[in-house]
T-cell receptor, first 111, second 116 residues
Framework: LAKTTQPISMDSYEGQEVNITCSHN???????ITWYQQFPSQGPRFIIQ???TKVTNEVASLFIPADRKSSTLSLPRVSLSDTAVYYC????????????FGQGTELSVKP | KAGVTQTPRYLIKTRGQQVTLSCSPI?????VSWYQQTPGQGLQFLFE???????NKGNFPGRFSGRQFSNSRSEMNVSTLELGDSALYLC???????????????FGPGTRLTVL
């Protein structure tokens, strides 16, 4: 399983766009990139998943360059409620219900 | 559709005791995974059950065990509790079909276990 590296923490202000970058230098051909969000005392919640280029949903965008050695989660116009830990996961789709979480990025959004 | 439920939400035990935690997956989900979350080690995968069979296992001692029932509900058991077992135990369910095709995992609120 590819190891991921993310910033331990980030600060932002309400209304700003936040970009969290994840490094995964040894990503394999069959690996996908998935991001989860976790609020204090709650279980993680799936945000977005992608393989290459750009993926967008109602919550976030995921940018993946051609070499796939990194990815960037983009949160548009964050609010206080976006304060959470964000995890980048890399792995094959066929690994069943086993997720390997790294340390995550603790995002703090200030008013 | 109801989400993943876990019972109890909070639990206090003493060293040496054993504990059983319960997880009810989302209706229709056949895969149930368990995770342990601690401030020091973060989120760690314990094991996954699919159709009453353990399909994946993490690196935890044999004191940690689990099972899944025919209705997909799952329990995990920790025997001979140690202080280091104090953690948030999370359960997640997914549609993951046989063969392990990835599906989004839906997590429950967790059970906060404190070992004194």
């Amino acid at each position: 399983l590819a190891k991921t590296t993310q910033p331990i923490s980030m600060d932002s202000y309400e209304g700003q766009e936040v970009n969290i970058t994840c490094s995964h230098n040894n990503i394999a051909t069959n690996d996908y990139i998935t991001w989860y969000q976790q609020f204090p005392s709650q279980g993680p919640r799936f945000i977005i998943q992608g393989y290459k280029t750009k993926v967008t949903n109602e919550v976030a965008s995921l940018f993946i360059p051609a070499d796939r050695k990194s990815s960037t989660l983009s949160l548009p116009r964050v609010s206080l409620s976006d304060t959470a830990v964000y995890y980048c996961l890399v792995g094959r789709l066929n690994q069943g219900g086993k997720l390997i979480f790294g340390q995550g990025t603790e995002l703090s959004v200030k008013p | 559709k109801a989400g993943v439920t876990q019972t109890p939400r909070y639990l206090i035990k003493t060293r040496g005791q054993q504990v059983t935690l319960s997880c009810s997956p989302i209706s229709g989900h056949r895969s149930v995974s368990w995770y342990q979350q601690t401030p020091g080690q973060g989120l760690q995968f314990l094991f996954e059950y699919f159709s009453e069979t353990q399909r994946n296992k993490g690196n935890f001692p044999g004191r940690f065990s689990g099972r899944q029932f025919s209705n997909s509900r799952s329990e995990m058991n920790v025997s001979t509790l140690e202080l280091g077992d104090s953690a948030l135990y999370l359960c997640a369910s997914s549609l993951a079909a046989s063969g392990g095709i990835y599906n989004e995992q839906f997590f429950g609120p967790g059970t906060r276990l404190t070992v004194l």
